[in-house]
């Protein structure tokens, strides 16, 4: 199975990548999308480190981020030596668990140093 | 459509922990409120509250406290809209009377947080972001909060040291509220430039520290509101008159945003209140802004357009936003000492403002007779916002 790389949605009357998924275009209000692959590589535009970590995730801190992919963004976990990070960094996604929901496993994606 | 006052405020017992039910809570403040108005004669009751179905494990609470004020033969529905779910049911109880559907209308917030456990009080809270893009990832509302002061401490200077210096004003103005949950006086020593700061204030949410952070209240908030022209009939206290509301949205997700540090629904909800009430920003004497992070309090003025983009926090360091400074800010305390009970604080934000216009306000009481006054109720992470402007008659 090949590497999962993460999606957008691309309208398909204006053009508009979306990402998370909309019903509606949020430039046009057209319906219709196609899925298409985004850049698995970006810039951290901002960061936290959270000390106190809602229910589901096992670990007393935990990174969160938003990183920029050009023309979308995204919003995840990072794994990233606390001390080494910092804005404008290149970080890349790796698909794996991210927390438990109801005590089951959910995955997305974990943005790492490129 | 008709004119609109609010006749009576309550807030029932001290904010912070309370020990009866929630509906025991709310029914303090409600009465509160029908004291103050001088009337039960109430046609409609909307209620607000975020999250009794999943913490409380109650649901449909208007019915509930109707049933138990015996407030029959009103009529009554429960208002959740997030944070903004206070703001949102005064919103809804204005356009009640407004319309002419109803005469009089009784406005109850509440929210009994203290119940669960830290993580899973968040966790509730959390339920509030994007499902897929955000949720599933352990993003919680401090989390957002932190990644906006980021934001803002690189792209405007703004440091850890003005978000103390807002908490400090907070702490000060609550401990002049007998209703404020922290009543506690803090210095910048104490939480930010000495040794024992580090464990007085820990980072909770880098550079978010503790006292960036409103506490987690239970609390509740009544008002009651009625057209102009019965207020005139039955009310021997000063008229305050509902003149403006508004509403704002945004996309869910933070990351969506061209510009993640402007609140769009901040500024749309203003604009709309603003216009409404026929005032321009200079009219307005003093702000209740949805500080549940101090950073918030800097990014709502600047996005309702009170300051310029990156310009808050330099007026903040030069005392403007004090009681008795040019445009008080937060006098109650706001989120962060008043407390944040979710559904509560649009309706105890609207309090505060008919308390400090009808001149009630006591040692916290802003000079020189203010006359019009605007709050912000900022729900999610700023995607549905409702803003309201009082004004006296």
């Keep these: 199975m090949a590497e999962k790389v993460p999606i957008g949605y691309e309208c398909l009357n204006c053009g508009k990548i979306h990402y998370p998924k909309h019903g509606r275009c949020l430039q046009c209000k057209h319906q219709d999308f196609k899925n298409v692959t985004l850049p698995s590589e970006g810039t951290l535009i901002t960061y936290t480190i959270l000390k106190a970590p809602p229910t589901g995730i096992d670990r007393s801190s935990l990174l969160l981020g938003i990183i920029d992919l050009g023309e979308v963004?995204?919003?995840?976990?990072?794994?990233?030596?606390?001390?080494?990070?910092?804005?404008?960094?290149?970080?890349?996604?790796?698909?794996?668990?991210?927390?438990?929901?109801?005590?089951?496993?959910?995955?997305?994606?974990?943005?790492?140093?490129l | 459509m008709r004119e609109v006052a609010i006749i009576g405020v309550g807030l029932g017992s001290r904010w912070g922990r309370f020990d009866g039910s929630l509906i025991e809570m709310m029914a303090e403040a409600s009465l509160d409120a029908i004291t103050d108005a001088g009337t039960d004669e109430i046609d409609a009751v909307f209620v607000a509250n975020m999250g009794a179905g999943r913490i409380n494990n109650q649901t449909a609470l208007a019915s509930a406290l109707i049933d138990y004020l015996n407030l029959f033969p009103a009529v009554g529905a429960s208002i959740e809209n997030g944070p903004a779910s206070g703001g949102t049911a005064a919103r809804i109880g204005y356009m009640a009377i407004a319309s002419g559907i109803h005469d009089c209308v009784m406005v109850t917030g509440g929210e009994k947080m203290r119940v669960a456990p830290a993580p899973v009080v968040t966790d509730f809270i959390a339920t509030m972001s994007h499902p897929e893009a955000e949720y599933i990832y352990g993003i919680t509302f401090p989390s957002l909060g932190a990644m906006l002061a980021r934001i803002y401490f690189n792209k405007y200077g703004v440091t850890s040291e003005d978000l103390a210096r807002i908490a400090i004003k907070n702490h000060k103005n609550g401990l002049m509220n007998p209703h404020a949950h922290i009543q506690q006086k803090i210095t910048m020593e104490g939480i930010l430039t000495s040794r024992e700061a580090k464990l007085n204030n820990p980072m909770i949410a880098d550079p978010l520290h503790l006292y960036d952070v409103c506490p987690v209240t239970d609390g509740a908030a009544s008002i009651i509101m009625c057209s102009l022209e019965k207020a005139k009939e039955i009310s021997g206290k000063r008229l305050i008159k509902f003149t403006g509301t508004g509403q704002g949205m945004d996309t869910m997700a933070v990351h969506e945003r061209e510009d993640p540090t402007f609140l769009k629904a901040v500024k749309d909800a203003s604009d709309q209140a603003l216009v409404m009430a026929g005032l321009k920003r200079k009219d307005i004497n003093f702000a209740e802004i949805h500080n549940a992070f101090e950073i918030l309090e800097i990014a709502e003025l600047e996005s309702a357009g009170f300051y310029e983009r990156g310009k808050a926090h330099l007026a903040i360091?030069?005392?403007?936003?004090?009681?008795?400074?040019?445009f008080p800010v937060n006098p109650s305390g706001g989120l962060k000492a008043r407390g944040h009970p979710v559904g509560a604080t649009g309706v105890a934000q609207l309090c505060e403002l008919v308390w400090q216009l009808r001149g009630e306000a006591g040692e916290r009481q802003i000079p020189n007779n203010p006359k019009h006054a605007y709050a912000i109720n900022f729900g999610g992470f700023g995607n549905n916002v409702v803003a309201t402007i009082l004004s006296k008659t």
């Design chain 2, 317 to 326: 360091r030069k005392g403007e936003t004090e009681i008795n400074g040019r």
């Design chain 1, 73 to 113: 963004r995204y919003t995840g976990q990072l794994e990233v030596e606390p001390n080494d990070i910092r804005l404008g960094m290149k970080l890349k996604a790796v698909w794996k668990k991210v927390r438990e929901i109801n005590g089951k496993p959910v995955s997305g994606f974990v943005w790492f140093p």
